[in-house]
């Protein structure tokens, strides 16, 4: 008798494990993270025993599914969320001159239906980049299929797309993934959402709070991937956001342009700018208004803000081969701008995240990556610290402890802070380390 062939089953339950452990790493960390977050007043965050599996995306927003096996089997690649009726949308996207297909397509698409948004298709395991008039073929092709199977207009439709470039997208695979994503819509979990829009991602990114306003609470959700090419320009990596508040375009616009700036784009990993960055945000317009000039509207920028501030640090604790989370800051520029200049420059070095990362305290790669950022500053006034401990005395004195140091960069999570004067300047950006294992990922990452 034929014995049966249990290959294939096996492969399948060490995916799910694998997905499984993957969702169980990304709650860890999570709620790690949220515990030691210093939330707005007016925010609720996710509780410590939540999962993101109940009512997790706003009143009016619902998200699917599926494996289209667009680079690997059996893994879910393509996602879909879906509002119910026509909503507000915003968006930012890479400045990368060499831009993928769907930032070109959903540009347009957003400047055509920006009061009428009704989905968001994302696929990973193809950027759908470089890929010339095919490419914009391929990614209209996306957003029409979406359109046809919701009954709406293709422009209604933003389209994003991640993974390698340079290779075009399997549409056979991926249309017919768009035809199953229908039949698995639903509200309540974040997981599979997250877990379709990862590449080198070693966990599913999400989170979602509640803001309490004048007229009543809104919800804010959203999900983010990333890992590596992070070094944004006025966008992100891919997050795809949702709210119930009800907000104008425009203004929906102006508070993600304002949160983006201190969270999105103040982070980096590897100061790579994607081909095919985009952070979206639609508003259902169920819950309660928001206008202009009103402590609401400053309520519900704060928790935008603190809601992508949550999901950048997820996405640089999760860095290619990455084992420290570092907030960079600096302090006492000429002015701000001075001072992200510093921030940036410091938070980018190769020599900087590598001694991060061999937990050496080689203050002088820090200082000089300052001195070459642009910054104006005296360097007879530098001061530095790695959390509370001094580092760097004004005159170049550095009489701190090496063990002292050590202890501090054995930390997962530390800061460093460099005071370049007596300015008001001031800037935050965050970063990881480097790592032999980062050199391995990216070496074979088309394999």
């Known amino acids: 008798m034929k014995q049966p062939d249990c290959r294939f089953n096996f492969i399948t339950i060490n995916l799910v494990s694998t997905a499984l452990e993957k969702i169980h790493k990304g709650l860890t960390v999570i709620r790690e993270l949220s515990a ?24 009016g927003f619902s998200t699917a ?12 690649d393509l996602m879909l969320l879906v509002a119910n009726c026509p909503s507000s949308a915003a968006a930012l996207f890479t400045q990368n001159l060499c831009c993928a297909a769907p930032v070109l397509l959903s ?38 299929a979406v359109a046809r199977e919701l009954a709406i207009k293709p422009e209604e439709v933003l389209v994003a797309s991640t993974g390698v470039i340079g290779q075009l997208l399997p549409m056979e695979r991926v249309l017919g993934g768009i035809s199953a994503l229908p039949s698995t819509l639903q509200r309540e979990s974040a997981h599979d959402a997250a877990s379709a829009i990862m590449t080198t991602d070693t966990f599913p990114k999400f989170f979602t709070l509640a803001v309490q306003l004048s007229g009543g609470s809104v919800r804010l959700s959203g999900i983010a991937k990333g890992s590596g090419m992070i070094c944004p320009n006025m966008a992100t990596m891919l997050a795809i956001l949702a709210t119930d508040a009800s907000i104008t375009p425009s203004l929906l616009q102006k508070a993600l342009r304002l949160a983006n700036q201190k969270s999105f784009n103040a982070i980096t990993v590897d100061g790579d700018t994607s081909t095919n ?3 979206s945000l639609l508003a259902s317009g169920t819950g309660p208004e928001i206008v202009a000039e009103t402590t609401d509207f ?58 991060i990362h061999g937990e050496d305290a080689n203050w002088g790669r820090i200082v000089a990556a300052a001195g070459r950022s642009g910054a104006s500053f005296n360097q007879e006034e530098l001061e530095l610290h790695f959390n509370d401990l001094s580092i760097l005395k004004p005159g170049f004195i550095a009489d701190f402890s090496e063990t002292a140091a050590s202890r501090v960069m054995a930390q997962d999570s530390y800061t460093i802070t460099l005071r370049l004067g007596s300015g008001p300047g001031r800037a935050t950006v965050w970063s990881c380390d480097l790592s032999k294992e980062y050199v391995d990922i990216n070496g074979s990452y088309r394999s």
């Open 65 to 76: 599914a599926v494996s289209a096996a667009i680079k690997y089997d059996e893994r879910k």
């Open 36 to 59: 030691v977050t210093l939330w707005p007043a007016s925010v609720t965050p996710m509780s410590a025993e939540s999962d993101g599996t109940q009512g997790f995306w706003p009143a």
């Open 298 to 355: 400053t309520l519900f920028c704060e928790a935008l803000e603190a809601l992508m501030t949550f999901l950048a640090k997820l996405i640089v604790i999760d860095g290619e081969g990455a084992t420290k989370l570092v907030t960079i800051t600096v302090e006492g520029a000429v002015d701000d701008r001075d001072a992200e200049l510093a921030a940036r420059t410091i938070a980018q070095s190769s020599l900087v995240k590598t001694a």
């Open 277 to 279: 960055d985009m952070v």
């Open 107 to 144: 540009r347009e698409h957003l400047q055509r239906s920006f009061s009428s948004m009704r989905a968001v298709v994302c696929n990973s395991g193809n950027a759908n980049a470089a890929t010339g008039k095919k490419g914009m073929d391929d990614a209209f092709a996306m957003a029409e």
